[in-house]
């Protein structure tokens, strides 16, 4: 008999020419993550493995797969802020993906503009949209369903500042698709931008 269905059991693997995961998980919001060392080195970074887990107070967070640079600054200082990934920074951000000792600035390798926060002591990216600066709630070590501790570490965060560049603001609404975001696909280099062919409305039920 056959099935409409390819199925598989991740232990066992997919079967399949790449793993499906990726892409059927994207697109993905990209954590664009700016931390500070305790050396005072500024690292950047993105993680597409990357969420928005309350709005009251707004929380985000991002899964480090194996202890990176960021997770170990975040660690150290409590601190990191989130860059949004527009269009035309989407070439400096893939640069600052690199795997780079952690003395070396992300900022300076991709020859990107920093300002300082306001409220955090890290770095942000100055041509970003949006940044939102946050304070570390939990770093939490990911189990496996059967209790293994695996290399996957969540870090969760409040945010406690917001910048908003003022021309993505229209009568006091911010425009989702004027930021023009990327947003993460699947395989090695599938990326997608947001743009306002792509809205559509649909209000709750009564
Ligand atoms: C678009 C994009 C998304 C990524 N998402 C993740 C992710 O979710 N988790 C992760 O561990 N690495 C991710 N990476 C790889 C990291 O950016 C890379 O390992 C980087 O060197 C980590 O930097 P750091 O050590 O300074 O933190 C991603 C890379 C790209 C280009």
Redesign the pocket.
């Given at each position: 008999m056959t099935s409409d269905f390819h199925f598989y059991e991740p232990r066992h693997g997919h079967r399949l020419a790449h793993n499906p995961f990726y892409a059927i998980m994207g697109p993905r919001m990209?954590?664009w993550?700016a931390t500070r060392s305790k050396e005072g080195v500024d690292?950047l970074?993105?993680?597409?493995?990357?969420g928005a887990y309350s709005a009251d107070p707004p929380m985000i967070g991002?899964?480090?797969?194996?202890w990176?640079?960021?997770?170990d600054n975040v660690r150290s200082t409590g601190e990191f802020s989130w860059n949004l990934v527009s269009r035309d920074l989407a070439q400096a951000?893939?640069l600052?993906?690199?795997?780079?000792p952690a003395e070396m600035d992300?900022f300076e390798l991709a020859g990107i503009q920093k300002s300082e926060c306001r409220v955090i002591s890290a770095s942000r990216v100055e041509d970003s949209p949006v940044t939102f600066e946050c304070r570390l709630s939990e770093l939490s070590q990911l189990r496996s369903s059967s209790g293994t501790s695996l290399d996957q570490w969540l870090v969760l965060g409040e945010v406690v500042g917001v910048h908003v560049r003022k021309n993505f603001l229209e009568h006091g609404v911010y425009q989702t698709a004027k930021a023009r975001p990327i947003l993460?696909g699947g395989g090695k280099a599938e990326y997608f931008e947001i743009s306002s062919a792509l809205r559509f409305e649909m209000s709750r039920p009564e």
């Open positions: 990209i954590g993550i690292n970074a993105p993680y597409s493995f990357f991002f899964t480090s797969e194996g990176k640079d960021s997770v951000m893939n600052t993906s690199q795997s780079v992300e993460r």
